[in-house]
């Protein structure tokens, strides 16, 4: 018994003294260091009187967001943004937030806000975040935080002490107007033609108004939109006041104009209607100058120069069943209802079928039960007038593969109808290869991939 007693009692005093040489080290225990790192951390936050500015960027390929916190006290913190969505509730708003000590300092914001809202957008894969991780404090007083939940390289957000107008430089009536500007179709991006007043000159644009990036697919002559030119020019961009400003300068020679631009400075929302459906569409506009000085009008717009190349890029093009909208919004599981056995939407211009035979169709493609295919698609013979295509249909679907689809193919017709109503189906280009399909009238889009890229 004594020679386990005297181990015992060795290992009880080791203890003892680790605990105790603990104490003598720290001064503290390890729940009142985390109490007293939280307390500082929070101490830091509430500091500033102009609270803190961020440029927040959710992804290195998007654009960024100004971003201006002050935290009230120890649980509230008022946050104010630019960013448009829902009416603007985003503009102003305050919620809870919490400090926690679990592998370090982590700041939450608890209520649903800006942050949140990002977060969710692209099936929550657009990185953005609400929970981060502190990481230290710079030199010159920023505070750097580190996201929490980033799969793989974790994104570093600067806290900037705010001075007393820092909120000047939040874009919140330009982004009012763009948002007005993106709900006259609802599409899957924005669609807009910036036209010069002192020049003969047109550009249009493609916008993503959540990940803030500007396409510029194609240039015309604003006297003769036949005279065109291809353009291929992408940036993400900042709303800054009453400006947006491109991460990359756009820069060259345009139908024998010198162009370059930095930013573009808008206001001036004005209404105007197009009239191409039963009852005329309203339609908003920017009115403003780039930053080289020249005066430009920056406007919703059908019109697309570069949407009418997709009938020289591919014979076969798809469409995933998420990248069907109905008003902006997936017809995902409205498709599923009335045809449960949907793979993808498909469209055939073109594709040579041998013997003299060209296939111009568009349909669904159904996996039936037994693991066959039926490819059901509507022939069309088509009529394309700038970026307009017109379907001359025959009455009837085609059905190829399997003859007996498990789905009514009846139930394919209204899907039909929607993209192609009053022959108004208008093709915008968004990027290399990919094609948005909209009809104004019934508000219906298809996103479509060029399958042979």
């Known amino acids: 018994m004594k020679k ?4 015992a009692l060795m290992m009880f005093a080791f203890l003892f003294s680790c605990e105790d040489d603990e104490e003598r080290l720290f001064d503290k225990t390890a729940d009142e260091r985390a109490s007293e790192a ?3 951390l929070r101490q830091e936050l509430t500091a500033p009187a102009n609270g803190w500015l961020l440029r927040y960027r959710p992804q290195d390929d998007a654009g960024s967001y100004y971003v201006l916190l002050r935290f009230i006290n120890n649980s509230q913190v008022s946050i104010k943004t630019d960013l448009g969505a829902s009416n603007g509730d985003f503009f102003a708003d305050t919620i809870y937030y919490r400090i926690d000590n679990s592998m370090g300092l982590e700041l ?11 977060f969710e957008q692209e099936g929550a894969t657009f990185g953005a975040e609400y929970e981060f991780d502190y ?8 505070l750097v935080f580190r996201s929490k939940t980033d799969v793989g390289l974790k994104d570093i957000i600067l806290f900037e002490p705010a001075s007393s107008d820092s909120e000047n430089l939040l874009g ?3 982004a009012t107007g763009l948002n007005a500007i ?12 910036l036209t010069y007043t002192n020049k003969d000159l047109a550009l249009y644009i493609s916008m993503d108004e959540f990940r803030r990036t500007l396409n510029i ?4 002559l604003k006297s003769n939109t036949s005279t065109s030119q291809s353009v291929n020019f992408s940036t993400p961009y900042i709303l800054e006041g009453d400006r947006i400003v491109f991460d990359e300068v756009f820069e060259g020679t345009i139908l024998n104009n010198p162009i370059r ?6 206001s001036n929302l004005v209404q105007s209607t197009i009239n191409v459906c039963a009852n005329p569409i309203t339609a908003h506009g920017l009115s403003g100058q780039t930053s080289a000085g020249d005066n430009i009008s920056f406007q919703t717009t059908l019109s697309d120069i570069s949407g009418r190349s997709f009938a020289q890029r591919s014979d076969f093009y798809f469409t995933p069943l998420t990248l069907i909208f109905n008003d902006g919004f997936s017809a995902t599981q409205q498709i599923a209802n009335d045809l449960g056995s949907a793979l993808e939407f498909h469209m055939y211009y073109g594709l040579n079928l041998g013997g003299g035979d060209f296939l111009y169709g568009i349909g669904f493609v159904l996996l039936n039960s037994d693991g066959s295919v039926t490819f059901a698609l509507r022939r069309f013979t088509p009529t394309l007038v700038e970026n307009r295509l017109v379907f001359d249909f025959e009455s009837e679907i085609s059905l190829f593969g399997n003859p007996n689809p498990d789905d009514d193919i009846e139930k394919i017709y209204p899907y039909l109808d929607a993209l192609t109503e009053g022959d108004n189906t208008y093709v915008f280009q968004l990027q290399d290869d990919v094609y948005e399909f909209f009809n104004p009238c019934t508000r219906w889009s298809f996103v479509f991939i060029n399958a042979n890229r």
């Open 4 to 7: 386990l007693l005297y181990p």
């Open 38 to 40: 939280i307390a500082s």
């Open 108 to 118: 939450i914001f608890e209520n649903y806000s800006f942050f949140s809202f990002l």
């Open 135 to 142: 990481v230290n404090k710079t030199p010159d007083n920023a």
């Open 172 to 174: 919140r009536e330009l």
């Open 182 to 193: 993106r709900g006259d179709f609802d599409k899957f991006t924005t669609s807009v033609k």
């Open 217 to 220: 697919n194609a240039a015309s």
């Open 261 to 266: 631009i930095e930013s573009l400075r808008l």
